[in-house]
């Protein structure tokens, strides 16, 4: 029989719909329901695309005796990570503190009153490798329950209690300035790998946020060695087993230092934000391999995540089935050297290994490799030959949901790649994204909802990040259409981020003052696999102000500044959105009004080379003189009767150029 979740909207909560686990969804109904029967509440915490929690799925939750047991004596919740990153954020916080480690699946065992008193991740269903197995940490949690009641409501007095404790130390007044970056840039040149490029060892994520800050770095002070660091590592990167040499796009990371062989699932989030990265990268140095993967990944993007509503799908599976029923991780993308002879004939066949470091042994598993391009270019032909073979095998499944926040990262980087590059398709399918969030995931009063699935929204409350990262797609659509509008509605959301999220001495919280009450309010200013909510927030509001001149906006931002100023110097790694932000901050940031009919080549000239400019977080508005699309176009006259750019830092501005190599010399230092 179904249980409660056959109608929700997240593909991970449907595809436990059918457990014979009597599955309830994060409610206050759930937890009354546990207070009525004097249970304990069994939380389980993962996401659709997560390897071990479909292990977890098949071994526990689709057998009918573990079910029953748990039915018996819990009652059971069900939460998709992606869909409520406010319980998730809590609930692992309370699990790192315990353990000292955390992941998902996330097992956690709480009091009616959702205090966590028990905590795990993956549980086998028998006793392995040290690791109890499911059933007794079941039978051993209802036990202490039944005989040990008082003990547990002290455990979890205690958690909660210490977690309340735990506040952030903001560092003093005030933004970072040259020194916390000078700093923040010596502590990444100690943690670089420079061998294999990226951050420190195994396993290896991509330092997406790191790499824009050195690039902005580079471009504001010169710096040979970040400019180095940031093309070294991406170059790695894309030739490397993350990448997809066939189709394009990145894997979630790397399981070694050397970039061999990746996590094989993809990422909306990740794609988005190294799309943008290797564009940024193009502009600064014009690499030919940077333009390629940006171009390929926007591609990617498009053609295998975007829905039927215009929206951007959540991420591809890791697994998939390898042609004999079975389900494994990396099936569609692993070739042995046999089957590229198959596809491609025995000489092709024996170039293309050569070509993409497919070895007889294999660098994954059973003797398969993962495609990698340790040099040059790949022939044409031959890739083309393969991806219609590979378009034969089994395709990994797809978490159909659209999560606001990463769809704002998509937009942001679909619409940049589509002006770099001249692909008008781009920044269209950038533009339906954003009518999609604004019809579907806005409300009148300009909240957002955090997800929607098949055109149906969700139930979930947008947090912080959701705003944020809307708020910077709409602000990177805007430089590059033309179009006042995104610049408007980025506006109504980040009014609602200093209404709504905004602590004390310039704090950020992940939910809104009205949200939801959970043990504890989340707050986390860290950078990990996304830009925090804090810090996406603080350069969207800098790129807000700067466009209106809104002192509060700016006010806001260099407020939440203060949390990098504290962190750059001790974990530059992990607050890389951060540093990039206070980069702009340090820059004016520019402000950049292009005045002149847009069907005139003079304006998109001089539109094309602000937006190919450097200067970091510079804003840009194009329209016609003395305009009402923006509010930099104001008093903007042409100059003679010509198209012309205005340039103004620091509430000083320059005189007006007509001359688009003149714009590009003034907005390069």
């Known amino acids: 029989m179904a249980n409660r979740l056959a109608h929700e909207t997240s593909p991970y909560l449907l595809q436990h719909a059918d457990n014979p686990v009597d599955w309830w969804r994060w409610s206050g109904e759930a937890f009354e329901e546990a207070r009525e029967r004097g249970v304990p509440v069994l939380l389980s915490v993962g996401y659709s695309s997560c390897h071990w929690c479909h292990v977890f799925s098949l071994e526990s939750f689709e057998d009918e005796q573990t079910a029953a047991y748990m039915n018996e004596h819990f009652v059971n919740i069900k939460v998709d990570r992606e869909e409520r990153p406010d319980v998730d954020a809590v609930y692992m916080e309370a699990v790192q503190a315990a353990t000292g480690q955390g992941g998902w699946p ?29 059933r007794q940490v079941l039978e051993g949690v209802s036990a202490a329950w039944t005989d040990r009641r008082e003990e547990v409501g002290e455990v979890a007095g205690k958690f909660v209690r210490d977690l309340a404790g735990r506040s952030l130390a903001f560092g003093g007044d005030g933004a970072p300035g040259e020194e916390e970056l000078a700093q923040a840039l010596l502590g990444l040149t100690r943690e670089y790998d420079e061998r294999h490029g990226g951050f420190g060892g195994a396993p290896k994520f991509p330092p997406s946020m790191a790499v824009e800050f050195l690039l902005r770095h580079y471009a504001r002070t010169g710096a040979e060695g970040a400019l180095q660091m940031a093309a070294d590592t991406c170059e790695a990167m894309a030739r490397g087993g993350m990448y997809d040499q066939l189709g394009g796009g990145f894997a979630r990371y790397s399981v070694d230092r050397e970039w061999v062989v990746p996590h094989f699932e993809k990422m909306l989030y990740d794609n988005a934000l190294l799309c943008r990265v290797y564009a940024h990268l193009w502009r600064a140095t014009g690499s030919d391999l940077a333009r390629r993967v940006a171009l390929e990944t926007a591609d990617f993007m498009v053609r295998e995540l975007r829905t039927a509503e215009g929206g951007f799908a959540s991420a591809l599976d890791a697994d998939s089935d390898d042609g004999t029923g079975r389900h494994v991780e990396g099936a569609f993308y692993a070739w042995t050297p046999q089957q590229l002879r198959e596809v491609l004939g025995d000489e092709d066949g024996r170039r293309a290994a050569e070509l993409f470091g497919v070895t007889e042994e294999g660098t994954f598993e059973e003797g398969a490799s993962v495609l990698r391009l340790p040099d040059g270019e790949a022939d ?27 769809n704002g990262l998509a937009i942001a980087a679909l619409a940049e790649v589509g002006a770099y590059f001249e692909r008008p398709d781009l920044i269209e399918r950038a533009t339906e994204a954003a009518d999609l969030l604004v019809r579907l995931h806005m409300d009148s009063g300009a909240r957002l909802a955090r997800t929607s699935k098949d055109g149906q929204v969700g139930a979930n409350a947008g947090v912080l990040e959701d705003y944020a990262d809307v708020a910077e797609g709409f602000l ?39 949200a939801e009450q959970l043990i504890r309010r989340p707050q986390d200013p860290t950078d990990s696999a996304t830009p925090s909510g804090w810090t996406a927030a603080a350069g969207a509001l800098l790129s807000y102000a700067a466009h209106t001149g809104s002192e509060a906006h700016r006010t806001a931002a260099e407020g939440a500044l203060g949390v990098v100023k504290a962190l750059a110097p001790r974990a530059p790694r992990f607050i890389g959105w951060g540093l990039a932000v206070a980069e702009a901050l340090l820059d004016g940031p520019r402000e950049v009004a292009v005045v002149g009919p847009q069907d005139e080549p003079a304006t998109r000239e001089l539109h094309r080379t602000a937006l190919l400019a450097p200067a970091p977080g510079a804003v840009i508005a194009v329209g016609e003189a003395d305009g009402e699309e923006f509010p930099l176009l104001r008093d903007r006259p042409l100059v003679g009767g010509r198209p012309a750019a205005y340039v103004c830092r620091n509430f000083t501005c320059d005189a007006p150029v007509v001359d688009a190599s003149a714009l590009g010399r003034k907005l390069a230092h």
């Open 476 to 514: 990177a659509l805007a430089a590059v259409s033309g179009e006042g509008v995104w610049l408007d509605f980025a506006g109504f959301l980040l009014d609602i981020v200093v209404d709504q999220f905004v602590g004390e001495a310039g704090a950020l919280y992940d939910t809104a003052h009205d």
């Open 106 to 134: 996330m097992t956690v065992f709480l009091t009616a009153d959702a205090e966590p008193f028990y905590f795990g991740t993956y549980f086998p269903p028998e006793p392995r490798h040290g690791m109890a197995s499911f």
């Open 380 to 406: 044409g032909g031959i890739r083309e030959r393969l991806l219609a073979a590979r378009a034969e095998r089994v395709r990994p499944g797809r978490d159909d949901k659209v999560v606001a926040a990463w």
